[in-house]
Nanobody
Framework: VQLVESGGGSVQTGGSLRLSCAASGYTFSSNCMGWFRQAPGKEREGVAAIYTGGGSTYYTDSVKGRFTISLDSAKNTVYLQMNSLKPEDTAMYYC?????????????????????WGQGTQVTVS
């Protein structure tokens, strides 16, 4: 399984970016994919998750109303549309796959629930 993120970059406050995560060797079938981020000196945190079986989406409170996770099963790709970006959104963003637990709030963004991880793409907001 390989996850490759793209779409990061530098934007001004209030700007937008769309991150993509292309998955190979992985089937979107009743499982969960997520986006996480890690700022310098901070722990990796969950941002958004999507259940590939039915399309249910989940967000951490700080991004609700600003970020949207979606998937294109035909392209085996998950997206994170980020609008109204703030400096505190600056981080390395990682795509993750292989969880069965995103419907459970206690496990939704637990790092160990996700089996596969990408290398990350940097987002800088100034």
């Amino acid at each position: 399984v390989q996850l490759v993120e793209s779409g990061g970059g530098s934007v001004q406050t209030g700007g937008s970016l769309r991150l993509s995560c292309a998955a190979s060797g992985y089937t979107f079938s009743s499982n969960c994919m997520g986006w996480f981020r890690q700022a310098p000196g901070k722990e990796r945190e969950g941002v958004a998750a999507i259940y590939t079986g039915g399309g249910s989406t989940y967000y951490t409170d700080s991004v609700k109303g600003r970020f949207t996770i979606s998937l294109d099963s035909a392209k085996n790709t998950v997206y994170l549309q980020m609008n109204s970006l703030k400096p505190e959104d600056t981080a390395m963003y990682y795509c993750a796959a292989g969880s069965d637990s995103c419907s459970l709030s206690a496990l939704r963004f637990r790092l160990t629930e996700y089996k596969y991880w990408g290398q990350g793409t940097q987002v800088t907001v100034s």
